[in-house]
């Protein structure tokens, strides 16, 4: 007997090169569009506040630096 529930599709968020500008700030992305950038993960949440309801549905995701250690299966 399965336990909780199926996540249904999962769909990856594209990535965008437009991120690499916003490196150690929060991005708020929603249709494959930044709509809202900021410092902190609280202060994109007021940013995304202030857009109303075109804000409903966006995706935060925090931009880190590039970096070698997140490269996975390389070698």
Request: avoid cysteine.
């Amino acid at each position: 007997m399965p336990i909780g529930r199926s996540a249904g599709e999962l769909t990856a968020v594209p990535y965008l090169e437009v991120k690499d500008r916003f490196v150690n700030m929060w991005v708020a992305v929603k249709d494959d569009k930044i709509i809202a950038v900021s410092e902190t993960s609280r202060g994109l949440v007021y940013e995304l506040h202030k857009l109303g309801s075109t804000g409903e549905g966006a995706v935060a995701e925090y931009v880190r630096p590039p970096s070698p250690a997140y490269i996975v299966g390389v070698g």
